[in-house]
């Protein structure tokens, strides 16, 4: 009797389409569990909510700086706004677009300041410090060297040794550097006799103030402000109420052991809340003193907690880390100081809380001044993620972005497959170069 020859099974072919990466970078998981939405490389792509593309790029707005620029301060008046910008040993108005005129402070020590905007009964003040200068203090058409001897003046302590700033409850408050030492001015002031607040006996594993920061939040007693210290070891000190003299209306919240903060600049306002730029990564206050340091997951940068304990452990001491929120491209932006002139950028989406990283922008500091980002370089000042008429460009330089998605087993973990075709959807105004390759076994290779 013939026998029937037994039927060949071929595999079947299969058609899968995978989403944009719009989960971001994913810089904590294993190359084998991502979610098909993240990324191992992200750059220069910014995840939106529903796609992502590339960033804007930037144009030179303000020339002809001596060097470097350290720190922009932008001054906001009733009807008036300006940009100055600190490079080499002065201040120069970067507020118009193109080359700076004369210095309009000279003789300075550095160009690392720190600034708030303050309005009184006098006027509408910016108040700037370094810690090795007198404080500026300027009125919207003059600056003022601040001392005992100035007008306005400070009395009670060396102005020269004020590092750091801060407004709270109508009190500018400083730290004085390399101490536990807080001074405050009396309300809606911007001179007169300081006085001092020791956290020396409240902070116990000694060190110094770094920064002050405003933080509002709900307690269980209604919305209100507490004042925040961090010192270089990491404890952060909470005070609440309005006259640091008087024991019934200043109080201690409480002290908490978080990762040694990362730069000057650590504080940053994020709507009701205050973020801290530590070791542990980037922390929203709220979250970080209700848990414990050990759990990770407070942390907004959890997503990218690899690259980023990697970065703070490498540059932690180079000057450039910088924290901005840039509500019209609905990005948080931490400036990652790799070195100077070769800046990086971790930049997430404050929608989604998906991650990227930006290349390409030399930014030693970022401010917003029209609501609008700006950066400092080597030289200038530049305007960041713009989109002008040439496209997407920074400054004459084309935009390099890096992609690869996060690698999938298209619900065949274990089983080999054989690629024959793959349709990706680019969507562009103009022609732009595409490589384009498929990665697989883990490979990271860049296309070709």
């Known amino acids: 009797m013939a026998r029937r020859a037994p039927m060949i099974q071929h595999a079947a072919a299969n058609v899968a389409s995978l989403p944009a990466?719009?989960?971001?970078?994913?810089?904590?998981?294993?190359?084998?569990?991502?979610?098909?939405?993240?990324?191992?490389?992200?750059?220069?792509?910014?995840?939106?909510?529903?796609?992502?593309?590339?960033?804007g790029g930037y144009s030179k707005h303000a020339t002809g700086l001596p060097g470097q620029v350290e720190s922009l301060l932008t001054y906001n008046g009733a009807a008036t706004t300006k940009m100055f910008?600190?490079?080499?040993?002065?201040?120069?108005?970067?507020?118009?677009?193109?080359?700076?005129?004369?210095?309009?402070?000279?003789?300075?020590?550095?160009?690392?300041?720190?600034?708030?905007?303050?309005?009184?009964?006098?006027?509408?003040?910016?108040?700037?410090?370094?810690?090795?200068?007198?404080?500026?203090?300027?009125?919207?058409?003059?600056?003022?060297?601040?001392?005992?001897?100035?007008?306005p003046s400070i009395t009670g302590v060396t102005?020269?040794?004020?590092?750091?700033?801060?407004?709270?409850?109508?009190?500018?408050w400083f730290v004085e550097k390399d101490t536990l030492k807080a001074w405050y001015l009396p309300t809606s002031s911007v001179g007169g006799a300081a006085q001092a607040l020791d956290l020396s006996s409240i902070a116990k594993f000694g060190g110094y103030l770094v920064a002050m920061?405003?933080?509002?939040?709900?307690?269980?007693?209604?919305?209100?402000?507490?004042?925040?210290?961090?010192?270089?070891?990491?404890?952060?000190?909470?005070?609440?109420?309005?006259?640091?003299?008087s024991a019934s209306t200043w109080e201690l919240i409480g002290v908490w052991a978080l990762g040694a903060p990362v730069s000057k600049r650590c504080?940053?306002?994020y709507g009701g809340d205050l973020l801290l730029l530590t070791l542990d990564g980037l922390l929203p206050l709220a979250s970080a003193l209700q848990s414990s340091r050990l759990d990770p997951n407070v942390a907004l940068s959890d997503k990218i907690q690899g690259a980023f304990a990697?970065?703070?452990?490498?540059?932690?001491?180079?000057?450039?880390?910088?924290?901005?929120?840039?509500?019209?491209?609905?990005?948080?932006?931490?400036?990652?100081?790799?070195?100077?002139?070769?800046?990086?950028?971790?930049?997430?989406?404050?929608?989604?809380?998906?991650?990227?990283?930006?290349?390409?922008?030399?930014?030693?500091?970022?401010?917003?001044?029209?609501?609008?980002?700006?950066?400092?370089?080597n030289g200038y000042v530049a305007k960041a993620w713009t989109i002008g008429n040439t496209g997407y460009i920074d400054d004459t330089d084309n935009?390099?972005?890096?992609?690869?998605?996060?690698?999938?087993?298209?619900?065949?973990?274990?089983?080999k497959k054989y690629f024959t075709r793959a349709r990706p959807s680019l969507y562009s105004t103009g022609v732009p170069g595409v490589n384009l390759s498929i990665n697989v076994d883990f490979s990271q290779a860049d296309s070709t």
């Open 21 to 55: 990466p719009v989960g971001g970078w994913n810089a904590r998981d294993s190359l084998a569990n991502m979610a098909a939405t993240d990324a191992v490389t992200l750059e220069n792509f910014f995840p939106g909510v529903s796609s992502v593309n590339l960033r």
């Open 85 to 151: 910008a600190a490079s080499g040993t002065a201040f120069y108005d970067a507020t118009s677009a193109g080359a700076v005129g004369a210095a309009v402070v000279s003789g300075l020590t550095n160009a690392r300041w720190e600034y708030i905007n303050i309005t009184t009964s006098g006027g509408n003040f910016l108040y700037a410090v370094n810690g090795v200068d007198k404080p500026r203090l300027y009125n919207g058409s003059t600056w003022t060297a601040i001392d005992s001897a100035s007008t």
């Open 159 to 172: 102005t020269t040794n004020l590092s750091n700033i801060n407004l709270f409850k109508n009190r500018v």
């Open 213 to 245: 920061g405003t933080w509002t939040i709900d307690a269980g007693y209604g919305v209100d402000d507490n004042l925040v210290f961090v010192t270089n070891k990491g404890e952060c000190i909470v005070y609440r109420g309005t006259d640091p003299s």
């Open 267 to 269: 504080f940053m306002k």
């Open 310 to 377: 990697a970065a703070t452990s490498t540059y932690q001491n180079n000057f450039g880390w910088n924290l901005l929120y840039n509500a019209k491209n609905n990005a948080l932006i931490v400036n990652v100081p790799v070195s100077t002139g070769a800046q990086e950028q971790f930049v997430m989406n404050n929608i989604t809380k998906a991650w990227c990283k930006f290349t390409g922008w030399a930014a030693n500091c970022f401010t917003l001044y029209l609501d609008d980002p700006y950066f400092g370089g």
């Open 399 to 415: 935009i390099s972005g890096r992609a690869l998605q996060a690698f999938n087993y298209f619900e065949s973990r274990g089983v």
